[in-house]
């Protein structure tokens, strides 16, 4: 017995020798990830220095020349732009992130950063698609803002009123619960229902729920043409009086009427930075917009619900009303523009033989006159049958380059989760990121490469207050998007916008490879990136589970 035990023992101290002899043997690992010899592009706006960056786990762990140390995986970067991944703040990402947690349309562009819940809306509660994201995890890291309308909606369906002193209370409630979830922020959609029916005293009271968290008030606002200085006016108000930075939403000169005149916006927003209040813009590069036809229409008619508003166009009268305003907010042009030319269907349920035909086009197609008249019945046709996505060309050129170049604003997409093949989506879904860089960078020279990027990375970190992400720093989130700069091109247009960008190389996020040699590896390391009324305890406990899917 006794030597039994003696010969097993002794079998161990072997297999442990052996085991510390083949440890020293095997050279030792420095990093999990080695990125060699590329231009790196840190995200403050500075200029490229050449470098090599060390990955260790889900974090940047050294910046340098680390040309003899050891890792798992090389990649070789020569040639090649490092820069931090690509921040979108402003996304709808939210609508299907479970459903397509790969996100391929915004990882292939090289974002490793998303913020849904903007223009008002995001699932109710927050801490459901927290959790179930949390469970299935996600390619790309995910933010969300709570939104006016989805709160408006729960407390007061689809009320015109302004709310009681009890509605007002609850909607408060509601936002402090999302906050305390993680959002954040609150964003509004003034031009949507039921956020339209608000009133600025309403918002200034409720932003006043954001004040013991912080985040940031971001506003799709009630105007981008003639009216679009008072609109923003209204958005620092509301920010202003409960000292909360103000960001606005995919800024626009969107009437032919106002174009040239940039200067009703940076007006009222430089006047406000200047007294010290903080306002941001977002932008996406393209001179066309996308919504619903609902928000053509006059907000009236939608009151208390679908089933009254077909009521009402029965009304001949009401039903004239309508028109005319359709007419006036989205087929007159000071500019002799043919509008008829200029409003795409992107996406209907109810006529997908109309997805990609403007309504000239349409109009032909069923031997009608194209005149302005038929084209506002058949747009009231459309929304009869339970509406569309439109495209609408209405922004100039000149404009787009100028609000580009301004420091305050930053490059976001207004886009969601795509799936390839469903219907004519904005090319923006697919292009955004690249589009700025191979157009507006290297075509035109509107911006420099340095400046691009850090209005795709550092700025929208810090307007969001997103932790330790945006930057190429020793300690940070390994977050890391490496393209080449001379082939970087988006290739999603109108006619076809299900189209990836070429000349992406990597995209890393939390230390882990997401796209390799411009190829999506199906990796789901994303984190959720919650706001300031999250509370630390359960932060942590987050963080424990990411970095190993
Ligand atoms: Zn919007």
Not at 8 to 29: C, D, E, G, N, W
Not at 266 to 289: C, H, I, N, S, W
Not at 418 to 428: A, E, L, S, T
């Amino acid at each position: 017995m006794i030597k039994r035990l003696f010969r097993i023992s002794a079998y161990l101290v072997a297999l442990f020798i052996f085991f510390f002899i083949l440890k020293s043997f095997t050279p030792k690992q420095d990093f999990s990830i080695l990125i060699q010899n590329g231009f790196i592009l840190d995200g403050t706006g500075n200029p490229w220095i050449k470098g090599d960056i060390g990955i260790d786990g889900n974090r940047i762990a050294e910046i340098g020349n680390l040309s003899n140390k050891r890792a798992g995986i090389t990649i070789d970067a020569k040639n090649l732009m490092v820069a931090p991944g690509f921040i979108d703040v402003h996304t709808h990402c939210d609508r299907q992130i479970v459903e397509v947690p790969t996100v391929d349309n915004y990882i292939l562009q090289g974002v490793t950063t998303v913020v849904g819940g903007n223009c008002g809306g995001h699932p109710f509660p927050l801490q459901d698609l927290f959790t179930a994201l949390e469970d299935k995890g996600m390619s790309v890291n995910f933010g969300c803002l709570a939104g006016h309308n989805t709160i408006r909606r729960e407390v007061m369906g689809l009320k015109m009123d302004p709310p009681t002193d009890e509605e007002l209370d609850q909607m408060k409630i509601l936002i402090q619960k999302e906050m305390e979830s993680g959002a954040l922020g609150f964003s509004t959609g003034l031009s949507y229902l039921p956020g339209t029916y608000s009133n600025t005293s309403e918002l200034v009271s409720l932003v006043s729920a954001l004040i013991p968290f912080g985040g940031i008030y971001t506003s799709h606002i009630r105007d981008q043409g003639k009216k679009i200085t008072q609109a923003i006016q209204e958005a620092i108000e509301i920010g202003e009086k409960n000292d909360i930075p103000v960001l606005i939403s995919h800024i626009k000169l969107a009437e032919d009427s106002v174009w040239g005149k940039p200067e009703m916006i940076t007006g009222p927003v430089e006047k406000a930075r200047d007294r010290g209040v903080e306002v941001f813009l977002d932008q996406y590069p393209y001179t066309a917009t996308s919504s619903g036809f609902t928000s053509s229409f006059p907000s009236w008619c939608f009151e208390g619900g679908r089933e009254k508003f077909l009521e009402r166009l029965k009304d001949k009268d009401i039903y004239q009303k309508i028109k005319s305003y359709i007419i006036e907010r989205r087929l007159t042009s000071t500019k002799n523009i043919d509008k008829l030319k200029t409003i795409y269907i992107a996406c209907s349920q109810h006529n997908p033989e109309y997805e990609g035909k403007n309504l000239r086009e349409i109009l032909v197609s069923q031997n009608k006159e194209p005149s302005t008249d038929n084209a506002v019945d058949l747009i009231i046709d459309i929304e009869k049958n339970g509406g569309a996505n439109g495209i609408f060309f209405q922004m100039d050129e000149r404009d787009v380059e100028y609000l580009m170049k301004l420091p305050y604003t930053m490059h976001a997409s207004d886009g969601g989760v795509q799936i390839v093949g469903n219907g004519m989506p904005h090319p923006r879904n697919y292009g955004t990121f690249p589009r700025v860089i191979a157009h507006y960078v290297r075509e035109r020279g509107v911006i420099k490469l340095e400046e691009a990027i850090r209005k795709m990375t550092s700025l929208p970190a810090q307007t969001f207050r997103i932790k330790e992400r945006g930057m190429l720093r020793e300690g940070m989130y390994a977050d890391i998007t490496v393209f080449d700069y001379r082939s970087f091109k988006d290739n999603a247009s109108f006619s076809d916008p299900h189209q990836y960008a070429q000349g992406l190389q990597y995209v890393i996020v939390n230390g882990k490879i997401v796209v390799e040699k411009g190829v999506h590896t199906g990796k789901l390391p994303g984190m959720v990136t919650y706001g300031p009324g999250k509370k630390q305890e359960e932060e942590n406990g987050n963080q424990d589970r990411t970095g190993n899917s």
